[in-house]
């Protein structure tokens, strides 16, 4: 069974500085992988995926992420963060299927 | 875009009644769709998979006759918790296959439902 672990629970940031969610996943066979987006109350928003192909994936709101296999990472970065980019990210990977198993989550708090 | 839509976003009930939860895919139709429920500060956790027509499947250790799921049409699935109780209490979210994924299995996620069970 595949699994995901994000390293970093919280990560507090200064608006304007540039941030990386960490997130690695576990699998013995090729998996797609996501960042997904939760602001307070809020269902989950996709922002990226990797299904294959080129290892750099951009999605929105300025964020990308690259696939790392042999790292089998997938972290996500933003070059320079906003306040309104405070939320909770979520790294999902799924056997190509739609079950998706979601890490644990990682608090994004961007500070003026 | 495609829209997920779940009802009621919030509901307070006491101990001991049940509670029904709706998620509607709008503009597209939806054969499957996906119960998850998140604890505060943690992750979603997939509860089971509604199957329009039949009977929903199931992950382990999630109790059937608790979590009572739906799939009437083709755009609706209802999430019942029967005889629910405070640990019952989460925030509750549904997600569908999202039409035109780009090849992948892109998933539509509803705006979720608190349940508070007093």
């Known amino acids: 069974a595949q699994s995901v672990t994000q390293l970093d629970s919280q990560v507090p940031v200064f608006e304007e500085a540039p941030v990386e969610l960490r997130c690695n996943y576990s699998?013995?066979?090729?998996?797609?992988l996501f960042w997904y987006v939760q602001y307070p109350n809020q269902g989950l928003q996709l922002l990226l995926k990797?299904?294959?192909?080129?290892?750099l994936v951009k999605g929105i709101n300025g964020f990308e992420a690259e696939f790392n296999k042999s790292q089998t990472s997938f972290h996500l970065r933003k070059p320079s963060v906003h306040i309104s980019d405070t939320a909770e990210y979520f790294c999902a990977v799924t056997l190509h299927d739609y079950k998706l198993s979601f890490g644990a989550g990682t608090t994004v708090t961007v500070r003026a | 875009g495609a829209v997920v839509s779940q009802h009621p976003s919030r509901v307070i009930c006491k101990s001991g009644t049940s509670v029904k939860i709706e998620c509607r895919s709008l503009d597209f139709q939806a054969t499957t769709m996906f119960w998850y429920r998140q604890f505060p500060k943690q992750s979603l956790m997939l509860m089971a998979t509604?199957?329009?027509?039949?009977?929903?499947?199931?992950e382990q250790g999630v109790e059937k006759d608790k979590f009572l799921i739906n799939h009437a049409s083709l755009t609706l699935s209802t999430l019942t918790v029967t005889s629910a109780h405070p640990e019952d209490s989460s925030f509750y979210i549904c997600s569908a296959p999202s039409p035109g994924g780009g090849g992948a299995n892109v998933l539509t996620f509803g705006a979720g439902s608190r349940l508070t069970v007093l």
């Open positions: 990797y299904l294959s192909g080129s290892t």
């Open positions: 699998s013995s066979v090729s998996v797609y």
């Open positions: 509604s199957n329009e027509g039949s009977k929903a499947t199931y």
